[in-house]
């Protein structure tokens, strides 16, 4: 498709999209990623950076890198993708939160818990607002908030 349709063609990046998610559920996490790398420069060429698509293709990145245990990489992309989320569709959108979120588990996987504990505190009413406080997500930035402060002596 890239050849015949080019690499901006709506078909040719939904492909590339499917592709991912088929070595990301084959388990061939550097397939996904070196498509999600693949996808999301195509869309950052083709439609600009403050595009919607865009900004799925930065969280799908980021979401790869992820899975791909590239943390360092994982953790800057995903707040990236936050700031570009808020400043294109509001804190409080599914995306942002997405984001927001797993940038949070990055500081948590490496150790950084009284930086991850600021932002958990941040995000969790923004999940009661948009979510109710008895949505297991909300539940679980909330069982997340007690662990850290636990750990820390924080009780």
């Given at each position: 498709l890239r050849r015949t349709l080019g690499d901006g063609h709506?078909?040719?990046?939904?492909?590339?999209?499917?592709?991912?998610?088929f070595y990301r559920?084959?388990?061939?996490?550097?397939?996904?990623l070196e498509?999600?790398?693949?996808?999301?420069?195509?869309?950052?060429?083709k439609l600009g950076e403050e595009h919607n698509?865009?900004?799925?293709?930065?969280?799908?990145?980021?979401?790869?890198?992820?899975?791909?245990?590239v943390r360092k990489e994982a953790a800057q992309t995903y707040y990236k993708a936050y700031a570009l989320a808020c400043k294109l569709l509001g804190e409080e959108h599914q995306l942002a939160l997405f984001a927001l979120h797993g940038y949070i588990i990055i500081?948590?996987?490496?150790g950084q818990y009284e930086y991850a504990l600021g932002a958990l505190e941040f995000e969790y009413p923004l999940f009661?607002?948009?979510?109710?406080?008895?949505?297991p997500r909300t539940v679980e930035i909330a069982r997340l908030i007690a662990a850290i402060?636990?750990?820390?002596g924080k009780n």
């Amino acid at each position: 498709l890239r050849r015949t349709l080019g690499d901006g063609h709506p078909q040719t990046l939904a492909a590339i999209d499917r592709l991912a998610i088929f070595y990301r559920n084959q388990n061939n996490i550097q397939g996904s990623l070196e498509m999600a790398k693949l996808t999301y420069a195509i869309k950052f060429a083709k439609l600009g950076e403050e595009h919607n698509e865009t900004l799925y293709a930065l969280i799908n990145l980021a979401t790869a890198y992820h899975a791909a245990e590239v943390r360092k990489e994982a953790a800057q992309t995903y707040y990236k993708a936050y700031a570009l989320a808020c400043k294109l569709l509001g804190e409080e959108h599914q995306l942002a939160l997405f984001a927001l979120h797993g940038y949070i588990i990055i500081q948590i996987e490496i150790g950084q818990y009284e930086y991850a504990l600021g932002a958990l505190e941040f995000e969790y009413p923004l999940f009661c607002k948009v979510h109710g406080e008895s949505d297991p997500r909300t539940v679980e930035i909330a069982r997340l908030i007690a662990a850290i402060k636990n750990a820390l002596g924080k009780n």
